[in-house]
Structures are given as structure tokens and as C-alpha cells.
């Protein structure tokens, strides 16, 4: 069985600032594809960032960059130039395969204050 | 832009009554599912569907949850009878099967408070 684990239950930056969320996983899979979504107070979850395992080069999406160490099983989330709307619990995700269901970390309650 | 759509957004039942949930998956997302999210947890599946058939419903405690998708469009999660702990965010998500997608997009889901 799969298990995705996020150690900070909690975190703040300042706005402008960098932040880095943490997120490990367990699998004996080879393949396998790794997520962050973003799910603001009271809105929907929405995918932030996804990583293929099979790819080296560490996905971006403007402001938001991951930290994809394959061997060591961790998958962290940079977050660049905070904003206020970055406000959110931030949960890592995991699947093996298109159409699987995702397992999830128990979440990161991010805060930026301005 | 589609969106997942959920209904009702909110609601509240007592203990050992029957409560349903309704979900409409974006139009020609073959795969949908079913998550429940306990207050500060990550969400956990408890069931999914490729068209109108069941692929894992592994984690649904089927004594007093169902779930179906009788036409392979929208579904409906019923708990009967609810208990206290079921109090928690029922979350609808799907994906499209006709591209090497990854991507589940969520509906606003459905908080439950049983009292």
C-alpha cells in the first residue's frame, strides 16, 4: 500500500517571500506519479504542480516548483514570491496510474501574511 | 470552463436518518470518485467508477453507504442511517480517460454535520 506523508501541519511566510513545503511518500512501484493540489478556504481543490517519477528534470509552473529526490521518496513544493491568495491547505498526492485513485497527505495549512 | 458540480453544499441531518449526496462530473469524464475529507485530513476514496460500473469500492462501508452512476453521467453517494462520525466533506472528482490524463478535477463538495 501506498502512504504520502506531510510532516508541517502548519506554516507561514511572508508575502513576497519563499516557502517550501514538505511531502514523503512509500511505494514499491517504479512508475508512479506524484501531486500537489491547493484547496483555499471554503473553494474547490485544484492541481498546482504534477511530477512524472520516470522524468529527472523537476516540474514548474511559474511561481511553483518541486524537489522530486526519487531515491530518497520526497517530493517537496517551492512556492516563490508568496502571495496572499497562496492561502491554503496544500495536500501531496500520489498514483500509480491514469484513472487510479489518488492517495493523499494528511495536508499543510499555508498562511501568507501581508 | 467545465467544472464538477455538487449538491447540496451543506448539509445537516440527525443521527439514523438518510442523507443524499449528488455529483455531475465534467461532460465526457468517464471516471468519477467519491472522497470523503474529515475536517484537517486528506481526502480519502470511497469509491470509483468507470462509466456506470464500479472499479473500487473497497474503502465504502457498504452497510450503510451506496453509490451509483446508473447512466454513466452523475451519481449519487447515500448514507442510510447516518451515524455521528460520518460528519465530514464529501468530495466528487473526475477524469478523462481519453488522454494519457492524470488530472482529477474536484467539485466544491458536500459538508455533512450529523447531529
Known amino acids: 500500500a501506498q502512504t504520502v506523508t506531510q510532516s508541517q501541519p502548519e506554516m507561514s511566510v511572508q508575502e513576497a517571500e519563499t516557502v517550501t513545503l514538505s511531502c514523503t511518500y512509500d511505494?514499491?512501484?517504479?512508475?508512479?506519479?506524484l501531486f500537489w493540489y491547493k484547496q483555499p478556504p471554503s473553494r474547490q481543490m485544484i492541481l498546482v504542480i504534477r511530477q512524472e517519477a520516470y522524468k529527472q528534470q523537476n516540474a514548474t509552473e511559474n511561481r511553483f516548483s518541486v524537489n522530486f529526490q526519487k531515491a530518497a521518496k520526497s517530493f517537496s513544493l517551492k512556492i516563490s514570491d508568496s502571495q496572499l491568495g497562496d492561502t491554503a491547505m496544500y495536500f501531496c498526492a500520489f498514483t500509480t496510474d491514469a484513472g487510479n485513485m489518488l492517495t493523499f497527505g494528511g495536508g499543510t495549512r499555508l498562511m501568507v501574511k501581508p | 470552463e467545465a467544472e464538477v458540480a455538487q449538491s447540496p453544499r451543506y448539509k445537516i441531518t440527525e443521527k439514523s436518518q438518510a442523507v443524499a449526496f449528488w455529483c455531475d462530473p465534467i461532460s465526457g469524464h468517464a471516471t468519477l470518485y467519491w472522497y470523503r475529507q474529515i475536517l484537517g485530513q486528506g481526502p480519502e476514496l470511497l469509491v470509483q467508477?468507470?462509466?456506470?460500473?464500479?472499479?473500487?469500492d473497497s474503502q465504502l462501508p457498504k452497510d450503510r453507504f451506496s453509490a451509483e452512476r446508473l447512466k454513466g453521467v452523475d451519481s449519487t453517494l447515500k448514507i442510510q442511517p447516518a451515524e455521528l462520525g460520518d460528519s465530514a466533506m464529501y468530495l466528487c472528482?473526475?477524469?478523462?480517460?481519453?488522454?494519457?490524463?492524470?488530472?482529477?478535477?474536484f467539485g466544491p463538495g458536500t459538508r455533512l454535520t450529523v447531529t
Open positions: 467508477f468507470q462509466d456506470e460500473s464500479v472499479v473500487d
Open positions: 511505494t514499491s512501484e517504479n512508475n508512479y506519479y
Open positions: 472528482a473526475s477524469s478523462s480517460n481519453r488522454v494519457a490524463s492524470y488530472e482529477q478535477y
